[in-house]
């Protein structure tokens, strides 16, 4: 979500696999709609990634009891996975917000595309697909992940060409 041009990419990966044509029409909407440009929220590399605190964000949906937080791994021990709910009346929340200010339904739209790309796969099978961006993994620690925008257009176009042919 905080790379467009990341998940475009996705998008026409999973497009090669499936052929499904409405992957194509996302990724194009994306960039027609500037979101690398107007939407890209950088994040800095750290020694396992990016990387960035969550906690004050969650505790404000938690306390209002917006979503729920598991954790999977040994009592004591180290955490494996962090699993994120979204409670009936954070979806009721979302909602009414969405229905309240209709430019927030872009976040309820792209999360939704987010999850159909991740599927069932944990935060580090879906860390590891980044990895495989040289752009990504070539970043220096500290330093921010450089966007991938020219090469995923270019992928774009190729692929649309390949259509029409």
């Excluded at 696999?17 to 027609?32: C, H, K, N, P």
């Excluded at 969650?58 to 979503?67: E, S, T």
């Amino acid at each position: 979500m905080r790379n467009p041009d990341y998940l475009a990419n996705e998008l026409l990966t999973e497009f090669e696999t499936s052929g499904e044509r409405d992957l194509l029409t996302v990724a194009q909407r994306i960039f027609d709609e500037r979101e690398p440009d107007l939407r890209r929220l950088p994040m800095v590399r750290y020694l396992f990634g990016a990387f960035e605190p969550l906690d004050n964000a969650l505790a404000i949906l938690r306390a209002a009891d917006l979503i729920r937080i598991k954790r999977d791994g040994v009592p004591g021990g180290k955490i494996r996975e962090h699993v994120y709910l979204l409670t009936t009346a954070g979806e009721d929340a979302l909602g009414r917000i969405a229905a309240a200010a209709p430019e927030l339904g872009w976040y309820r739209d792209r999360a939704r595309i987010v999850a159909r790309v991740a599927g069932a796969q944990g935060g580090k099978a879906l860390k590891d697909r980044q990895y495989l961006q040289a752009e990504y993994a070539g970043t220096e620690l500290s330093h921010v992940i450089q966007p991938i925008t020219d090469r995923v257009l270019a992928r774009l176009a190729a692929i649309l060409e390949g259509l029409d042919e």
